[in-house]
């Protein structure tokens, strides 16, 4: 009669057992992926690729300490040349007349209102012409103009402009206007220019008037009575 089985426990084989071999991965396998606590790979200290620059500069050969160094000095000398040259003209620019050769003001008379003169701008040819200042260079006058500076002029037209010319005080002695002038300056695709307008004619006498008009001859060097 055959004994009894405990409740609970396998049974054993009297015959030994051998382990069964790992099943070889097929051509589809892929490993497990990393344990996210696995540690993460780390150099020791006596890696060679955990050296310091100096490290690894002090272990090359002094030839080769020469050629890194003649090649980084090329290297930078070449640099400072291309930043240092000065850039290429544009031909456009190039082409284009002086903003002073192309640029002309016309004496047109006096204004509607009082102190205030009449003239006419225009651009012969070339790229547009900008005027950005405008003055009497002289001490005793104001100007002012409309409409307000800067004023840009294509080629082939005309802008009139309206200086306002007071005087701020008396020269002392009186001063004697004969060929006054306007200072102008101007810019184009070209050059930045400052060109002096001489007039004749009719602008210095209505000068003449305002200046002995606001200054008596009697009172040099007064300031100017209120017209």
């Known amino acids: 009669m055959a004994r009894p089985k405990h409740p609970g426990h396998p049974a054993h084989s009297p015959y030994p057992t051998h382990p069964t071999p790992p099943t070889p991965p097929g051509p589809h396998y892929l490993p497990p992926p990393p344990s996210p606590d696995a540690p993460a790979e780390t150099l020791g200290a006596g890696d060679p690729d955990s050296r310091t620059a100096a490290e690894r500069w002090a272990a090359l050969t002094p030839r080769t300490r020469r050629t890194l160094t003649a090649g980084l000095a090329l290297g930078a000398a070449v640099t400072a040349l291309l930043l240092l040259r000065p850039p290429h003209p544009d031909p456009a620019a190039a082409s284009s007349p002086y903003p002073t050769q192309t640029t002309y003001l016309h004496y047109q008379g006096r204004g509607p209102a009082k102190h205030t003169y009449r003239f006419l701008l225009r651009v012969e040819s070339g790229s547009p012409v900008t005027v950005s200042r ?94």
Request: aromatic share 6%.
């Open 134 to 227: 405008l003055r009497l260079p002289f001490a005793e006058f104001g100007t002012r103009t409309t409409p307000r500076l800067p004023l840009t002029v294509n080629a082939g037209d005309t802008a009139p402009l309206t200086v306002e010319i007071r005087v701020r005080h008396c020269p002392s002695p009186p001063r004697t206007i004969d060929l006054p002038h306007l200072d102008l300056t101007l810019r184009n695709q070209r050059a930045l220019q400052q060109h002096s307008f001489l007039f004749g004619g009719a602008f210095p006498h209505a000068l003449a008037r305002e200046l002995s008009t606001a200054c008596p001859a009697e009172h040099p060097g007064t300031n100017p009575s209120p017209r």
